[in-house]
């Protein structure tokens, strides 16, 4: 069975993915494009490439936990996805205005 995905939808892509980066530190990795991120390299990623400019350059993003994927976007981060067991830190963003999502 497919896990159903929340809709997300920001213009603050850097904070957003910053505070996924800093939640998720217990994440098996990060997939940016091609190129496989582990969990240990989430500080890295957040000075690197958390910038509006460089994710809106990213074809493909998604972050892994426990071989199951929680959050990530294809095409273009206006895609962005979460997946529903995450509702909670969802809600919790939405609540700071950082983000909008649909159920």
Known sequence: MK????????RRYSEFLRR??????DADFAKIDDVEYPASK????IITWCENAKILNTKNFVL???KRELFGFHDH???MWGAESEI???KQLATEKILRFKE
């Open 88 to 90: 909670a830190f969802i």
């Open 42 to 45: 989430f500080s890295d990623i």
């Open 3 to 10: 896990p159903k995905l929340i809709a997300i939808e920001t």
């Open 20 to 25: 996924v980066f800093e939640s998720y530190k």
């Open 77 to 79: 981060p206006e895609q």
């Open 64 to 66: 892994v936990k426990d």
